[in-house]
């Protein structure tokens, strides 16, 4: 049904648009670092980063597309032009945010070592050869 387009439903439809209705603060900068997320933006009124990521390719193809940079915690955003000027507002308020890259990496690593515990468990559970 979904086609090539799954994986951005499942993002911004699915897991992002149950993120955010569940967040008890309201959001006014949202972060993400896959360009399929950036959908997430028609789910409520709040500005929507783009981080490039080393560990992920394609986002430079917001590049130029109605996406503009800007700075927050030493890491370049892209936000939609349209929004711009109040998310240069908002990234000046939070200039003392070391590093806006250290939230996804803790995330990665948190993801490479849950995946790591289910490998362990399931080569336990392999029956030995006699």
């Not at 309201?26 to 933006?41: G, Q, S, V």
């Not at 998310?87 to 790591?116: T, V, Y």
């Amino acid at each position: 049904m979904f086609g090539a387009s799954l994986r951005a439903h499942l993002i911004a439809d699915v897991i992002g648009s149950l993120l955010i209705k569940k967040s008890r603060t309201p959001i006014r900068l949202l972060c993400c670092d896959l360009p399929e997320a950036t959908a997430m933006e028609s789910h409520g009124d709040f500005i929507l980063g783009l981080v490039d990521h080393p560990d992920t390719d394609g986002n430079s193809d917001i590049i130029g597309r109605g996406w503009e940079p800007v700075t927050l915690g030493g890491s370049e955003l892209r936000v939609p032009i349209d929004r711009i000027t109040e998310a240069k507002d908002l990234c000046g308020k939070l200039s003392q945010l070391s590093d806006a890259m250290e939230p996804f990496d803790r995330i990665r690593e948190a993801i490479n070592e849950a995946q790591a515990q289910i490998a362990r468990a399931h080569s336990g559970n392999l029956p030995s050869a006699a």
